[in-house]
């Protein structure tokens, strides 16, 4: 008989749940089964699985040794699985805030924030290496809870990633995105001058093959409602330049580049959506390699609000944002 206390990233979970990534090589009827029959108790009665499990509930297991181990990760496949992260090489974090629970770092440009291929190494990836260098995550843990990235910024957009450290901390920032109780508002260099103040609305319609998507005014057949919020901060005369403000109200895949090419202000650096030979000026003469798109402010609800310095590339054409 084995004896497990449940930690504080596992509470919350049901049961269930948390015995099938226990005994990952189980099926759900056999883990089912082994309720049924009280070789499986949680806190010494019987369960249906159902139960929602709270620290310091104890689990016990009336299996063999061999039976316990033909059914779980081995210590030595936990171990290689860790060792992935233990071999990647984490850069430099630009830290905004970190506790048990939460991290939140300013994300460079050219850096992906969940992978899109197998082999990708995305921020997600990184952060989940910079726990396990530092120990805080081991075989155990990782074996039942993933910490992960909550938030997506685009691979050349700028500014605030929230990854959540604990199973906590993934709750908390899930939820409030999902709730929309976490605001957030990026700035953009964007071409002209500025004038359309105020909080617009329309349709994206995704175009899944080509990876772009375009904003209509009007409904159309498998188009998402979207708002954005835009306030003009400055403008540079001499480059007919605008820095705005955005606040995002829906958080839809390229929303605010695709948002403002529509509306005439395409942003600077933004090959996708943007003018190609206004980028290749800016690109020439100022250096600029991606959209000056950058995620400046996160306000969560009961928690705080943070903010990210801005890239070099922003301050050159308005070196008093503030």
């Known amino acids: 008989m084995k004896k497990i206390e449940i930690q504080k990233n596992d509470a919350g979970s049901r049961f269930d749940k948390y015995l099938k990534k226990l005994f990952v090589k189980a099926s759900g009827g056999f883990i089912y089964k082994m309720l049924r029959k009280k070789n499986i108790t949680l806190n010494g009665a019987k369960s249906d699985g ?7 509930d104890c689990v016990e297991v009336f299996f063999s040794d061999e039976t316990f181990a033909k059914f779980t990760q081995s210590g030595q496949e936990k171990k ?28 460079p440009a050219n850096l992906l924030s969940q992978k899109a291929n197998a082999t990708d190494i ?9 726990m396990v260098q530092n120990r805080m995550l081991d ?5 039942t809870f993933h910490p992960s990235v909550c938030n997506r910024l685009d691979q050349n957009t700028t500014g605030i990633l929230t990854f959540g450290k604990s199973k906590a901390g993934v709750q908390l920032l899930s939820k409030a995105l999902k709730e929309r109780s976490a605001h957030k508002y990026y700035y953009a260099i964007v071409k002209g001058k500025f004038a359309q103040n105020g909080i617009f609305e329309g349709y994206l319609y995704k175009d899944e093959l080509r ?14 409602p979207i708002k954005t919020g835009f306030q003009l901060k400055a403008y540079d005369p001499s480059q007919n330049l605008s820095l705005i403000e ?19 202000h395409p942003i600077i ?21 991606s959209q000056l798109l950058h995620a400046y402010k996160l306000e969560l609800a009961d928690v705080g609000t943070y903010l990210a310095p801005l890239p070099e590339t922003f301050l050159q054409f308005f070196p008093d944002i503030k």
């Open 80 to 107: 290689s699985k860790l060792d992935f992260y233990r071999h990647i090489q984490v850069p430099k974090l630009d830290i905004i805030y970190e506790d048990n629970d939460l991290l939140l770092i300013n994300k």
């Open 50 to 56: 159902r139960e929602i499990l709270k620290a310091g």
């Open 122 to 130: 995305s921020a997600n990836e990184i952060l989940i290496a910079y």
């Open 211 to 224: 990876n772009v998507v375009t904003i209509s005014k009007d409904p159309r057949e498998q188009a998402d």
């Open 269 to 289: 650096g933004d090959y996708k959506y943007g003018e190609r030979s206004v980028n290749d000026v800016y690109k020439r003469k100022y250096g600029v390699q």
């Open 246 to 264: 955005i606040e995002l109200f829906t958080g839809k895949t390229h929303q605010i580049r695709a948002h403002l090419a529509q509306i005439g």
């Open 139 to 143: 075989e155990e843990t990782f074996a």
